[in-house]
T-cell receptor, first 113, second 116 residues
């Protein structure tokens, strides 16, 4: 299994719809998981951190399944401004990522009016 | 603005030239990271510092690359004898390492390097 694997998309979704991405990871010792959002030619911006089974922030929900080693990101009531690449991120080694992060290639989301 | 800053934002250089990038982390953050990102890929770890100490370098970081953080604040990344394959976005991030377990990293805007 690759360190972090994501479906690259693109996901073309109508405005207002719900969309979900999955990500699988190989390091079972990871304790922290992150979703970053990256707009074209910009830096990654931290969207959500996941430390236990899940986290919710407004329209965004991240869930963690340690047994199956996957993380998901759910976006409800999608907005045009949600169009971006979503990066699944895990620690390079064990623990919380203090010694650096491993990124997936990203999932490209396009919200259509 | 108290976020991570990077300079220059863009750099075009000819093959064989040396280039140096600077990163200023969030002021209270003691850990600083460098990543490289090419088109269609996620960022790849290069190296990181705890204060002024460089704790780890990726095998991606050839001998032509050197990074410093002399006073534990800003950091520089130098590439000697640049090659076309060095063309990428160079990203700096910082975090606060301490008693906790979970460490969130915040990124600067990056330096986009083009080697012609």
């Amino acid at each position: 299994r690759k360190e972090v694997e994501q479906d690259p998309g693109p996901f073309n979704v109508p405005e207002g719809a719900t969309v979900a991405f999955n990500c699988t990871y190989s390091n079972s010792a990871s304790q922290s998981f992150f979703w970053y959002r990256q707009d074209c030619r910009k830096e990654p911006k931290l969207l959500m951190s996941v430390y236990s089974s899940g986290n919710e922030d407004g329209r965004f929900t991240a869930q963690l399944n340690r047994a199956s080693q996957y993380i998901s990101l759910l976006i409800r009531d999608s907005k045009l401004s949600d169009s971006a690449t979503y990066l699944c991120v895990v620690p390079r080694h064990s623990g919380g990522g203090a010694d650096g992060l491993t990124f997936g290639k990203g999932t490209h989301l396009i919200i259509q009016p | 603005d108290t976020g991570v800053s990077q300079n220059p934002r863009h750099k075009i250089t000819k093959r064989g030239q040396n280039v140096t990038f600077r990163c200023d982390p969030i002021s209270e953050h003691n850990r600083l990271y460098w990543y490289r990102q090419t088109l269609g890929q996620g960022p790849e770890f290069l190296t990181y510092f705890q204060n002024e100490a460089q704790l780890e370098k990726s095998r991606l970081l050839s001998d032509r690359f050197s990074a410093e953080r002399p006073k534990g604040s800003f950091s520089t990344l130098e590439i000697q004898r640049t090659e076309q394959g060095d063309s990428a976005m160079y990203l700096c991030a910082s975090s606060s390492y301490g008693q906790g377990v979970h460490y969130e990293q915040y990124f600067g805007p990056g330096t986009r390097l083009t080697v012609t």
